[in-house]
């Protein structure tokens, strides 16, 4: 049945063991029992929201909204799918299919997520074809995280290889490499941290928990003789708090230690390594649920792969800050032609133009209340899928409303 340009969506929620507990305010657990009209699940952690079509998280039409059964029929992929022109657009969908692109999330984390890296394409569909029930689509994951509060974040390789073993013995008591075989390499520091990353993400399970342990050992010795003011042996210590004896642990001397300010954005191409360790953020990415993991997680590990797929670029990832397109949006523009994001604000009694995209957009309201296009109420935890070429008008009816909006990246057109 064809629905208007502008239909609001029930949204799922994912309950992962790293996101904030139920008991403790998130933006998750507000904005998720908000979107869903529902009660707060204390028993529960609320790590993400997820808005989008990958059905790993299936969001319902909420004017169809059937809850007994949840229906493929009612679902806003099918609703994209069966209206594929209208609903993304002729060049969004010659360029993608008819699918939508990107996936927007809200984060929650409390404690650190996996060592991971997101296949490119080609990977994705060898390891979809192999082993559907851990990677369960075919596409790339490229993607981008806003940082709503103050967010902590390890991505991609620190700059200098041979300094991670200088500031860090364990590792050279792990891994066997000294300080001279880095210098025969030091001509190609990408060979330098392949070869030293490999070697500690492949050592034996026993004897990572001698040296974490020992390095435990070493960094709380320094902290009772007067403190250690060290950012990374201090992150070595929480996430071995979090994850005892864990490969991941040293990974605190391999990658860069980021903290991001609300307003500031990281992205993540195919083939980096990442975790993300605290704060919440909004992110965006192409729709896919593939995650190669290596270390930090309870959950199964493809560490050879991972070790073997990543591009082993070094140095800090580029930190956004949004570029200014009118008074009420701001633009967040990553290399990806999948999806870029704008955080639009307007005022009590004022109204706001939207952009006008040829591709499809899905606007989550982050505070406040008011209408798009008059008609189409929207208040915190409201969320609206709009088709391509839709002109939208915000208006604030009850203090500021401060919208995220996920689209198609504007290169494409």
């Not at 008991?23 to 699940?41: F, H, M, Y």
């Not at 394409?121 to 082993?131: F, G, N, S, T, V």
């Not at 995209?357 to 798009?372: C, D, E, H, T």
């Amino acid at each position: 049945m064809k629905r208007g340009a502008l239909v609001q969506l029930k949204c799922a929620i994912q309950h992962y063991d790293w996101g904030v507990s139920g008991q403790t305010p998130s933006a998750v657990a507000e904005l998720g029992s908000l979107n869903r009209e529902e009660k707060i699940d204390e028993e529960k952690p609320h790590a993400e929201l997820w808005m989008g079509t990958h059905l790993s998280g299936l969001n319902v039409i909420k004017e169809t909204d059937d809850s007994s059964s949840h229906s493929s029929s009612s679902s806003l992929k099918s609703h994209v799918e069966a209206n594929a022109k209208e609903t993304l657009g002729e060049k969004c969908l010659k360029r993608f299919g008819n699918d939508l692109p990107f996936l927007l999330k809200v984060l929650s984390v409390a404690k650190a997520l996996s060592i991971q890296a997101h296949p490119d394409k080609q990977l994705a569909e060898k390891l979809h074809e192999e082993k559907p029930h851990m990677y369960k689509d075919a596409n790339h994951k490229p993607e981008m995280a806003l940082a709503v509060t103050e967010f902590e974040a390890m991505s991609g390789f620190i700059s200098e290889p041979k300094e991670a073993l200088e500031k860090c013995p364990e590792l050279k008591a792990l891994t066997g490499i000294s300080l001279e075989e880095m210098d025969e390499m030091k001509e190609d520091k990408k060979a330098q941290m392949k070869y030293l990353f490999t070697k500690v993400m492949l050592a034996e399970k026993e004897e990572v928990a001698k040296q974490v342990r020992a390095l435990v050992k070493r960094l709380e010795e320094a902290e009772g003789k007067g403190g250690n003011d060290d950012e990374r042996d201090r992150l070595a210590l929480r996430l071995n708090g979090q994850y005892p004896d864990d490969v991941g642990v040293m990974c605190a001397y391999l990658l860069n230690y980021i903290k991001l300010q609300p307003g500031e954005a990281v992205y993540m191409a195919a083939n980096e390594p990442h975790a993300y360790l605290d704060g919440e953020c909004v992110e965006v990415m192409a729709t896919s649920d593939n995650v190669v993991r290596a270390g930090l997680t309870p959950k199964a590990r493809d560490t050879e792969i991972l070790c073997d797929m990543l591009t082993y670029k070094l140095g800090k990832p580029e930190v956004l800050t949004g570029d200014v397109i009118d008074k009420n949006t701001k633009r967040y523009l990553p290399p990806f032609d999948e999806f870029e994001l704008e955080v639009i604000s307007c005022s009590k009694n004022e109204t706001a133009e939207l952009t006008v995209s040829q591709g499809p957009s899905i606007l989550l309201v982050k505070n406040g209340k008011g209408r798009l296009n008059d008609d189409v109420a929207i208040e915190k935890g409201s969320v609206v899928f709009a088709n391509a070429n839709e002109k939208m008008t915000l208006i604030s009816d009850d203090g500021e409303v401060s919208i995220y909006r996920a689209q198609v990246n504007t290169r494409v057109f």
